[in-house]
């Protein structure tokens, strides 16, 4: 089995349902277990600022597809829920990054892994810090990242304590 792990967000609508339809949607393919899901955080839209807050979680997962079967699955259910992609860095409803998959390095033109953006987020490494918590695993980078950020990391608030996938998406794994 490969490990992965993603980030979720979204700005739009009803965010914590947005948030739980995606993993149960995740959670409905038979492919793919999760392993851990973090908290959820709110902060304010980094990139293109002009925008509502947005809520951040992260997930683990046990998948035997491959990062690019598994990026087509993320994209499926961005477009499941609606996504529209008005335009770059704009607001969205769902938006699922895959950020690590396998401890591998992974470069083609739909896919680069580890996300190369990750380290420079507060909003994905908070949450991200939290699973590796959870899960007694250490991913590297993610905690001399979070140092290197610490004065953005006061940006991300502790929104909602989610302490399980069972709790987050009842009767549904
Ligand atoms: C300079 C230039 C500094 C660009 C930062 C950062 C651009 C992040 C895009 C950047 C830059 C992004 C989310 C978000 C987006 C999210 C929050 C992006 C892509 N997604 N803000 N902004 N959460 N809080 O999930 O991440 S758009
Ligand atoms: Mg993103
Ligand atoms: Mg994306």
Request: with cysteine; aromatic share 8%; proline share 3%.
């Given at each position: 089995?490969?490990?992965?792990?993603?980030?979720?967000?979204?700005n739009?609508?009803?965010?914590?349902?947005?948030?739980?339809?995606?993993?149960?949607?995740?959670?409905?393919?038979?492919?793919?277990?999760?392993?851990?899901?973090?908290?959820?955080?709110?902060?304010?839209?980094?990139g293109?600022?002009?925008?509502?807050?947005?809520?951040n979680?992260?997930?683990?997962?046990?998948?035997?597809?491959?990062?690019?079967?598994?990026?087509?699955?993320?994209?499926?259910?961005?477009?499941?829920?609606?996504?529209?992609r008005?335009?770059?860095?704009?607001?969205?409803?769902?938006?699922?990054?895959?950020?690590?998959?396998?401890?591998?390095?992974?470069?083609?033109?739909?896919?680069?892994?580890?996300?190369?953006?990750?380290?420079?987020?507060?909003?994905?490494?908070?949450?991200?810090?939290?699973?590796?918590?959870?899960?007694?695993?250490?991913?590297?980078?993610?905690?001399?990242?979070?140092?290197?950020?610490?004065?953005?990391?006061?940006?991300?608030?502790?929104?909602?304590?989610?302490?399980?996938?069972?709790?987050?998406?009842?009767?549904?794994?």
């Open positions: 089995m490969m490990q992965a792990y993603l980030s979720i967000g979204t739009i609508g009803e965010r914590e349902q947005n948030l739980r339809d995606a993993v149960s949607m995740l959670l409905a393919q038979d492919e793919i277990a999760i392993t851990a899901i973090s908290s959820i955080y709110e902060t304010a839209a980094v293109y600022t002009e925008q509502d807050d947005f809520l979680i992260a997930v683990a997962l046990e998948t035997k597809l491959d990062a690019l079967e598994l990026l087509a699955q993320c994209q499926k259910v961005e477009n499941d829920l609606g996504r529209i008005e335009f770059r860095w704009g607001p969205r409803i769902i938006d699922l990054d895959i950020l690590l998959y396998n401890n591998e390095k992974y470069e083609t033109e739909s896919l680069i892994i580890p996300h190369p953006r990750m380290y420079e987020r507060a909003f994905v490494l908070v949450p991200l810090e939290e699973i590796m918590t959870q899960k007694y695993v250490m991913l590297e980078g993610v905690l001399e990242a979070l140092q290197a950020l610490d004065i953005e990391k006061e940006g991300v608030k502790l929104w909602k304590k989610i302490a399980t996938v069972e709790e987050f998406v009842p009767f549904e794994s």
